[in-house]
């Protein structure tokens, strides 16, 4: 999802959840997704 909404003109990614990664940068937990930088 977060792929499809990067991509999207009129969306603006600022929020990413989850309990059993917490306090892991997007990138760090998901490799494919290091396209999103810092966001943690």
């Not at 991509?7 to 494919?32: C, I, M, W, Y």
């Amino acid at each position: 999802m977060a792929r499809l909404l990067w991509n999207h003109p009129e969306a603006d990614l600022a929020v990413a959840t989850g309990r059993s990664l917490a306090g892991q940068k997007l990138g760090e937990a998901f490799p494919s997704l290091q396209v999103y930088g810092d966001m943690v």
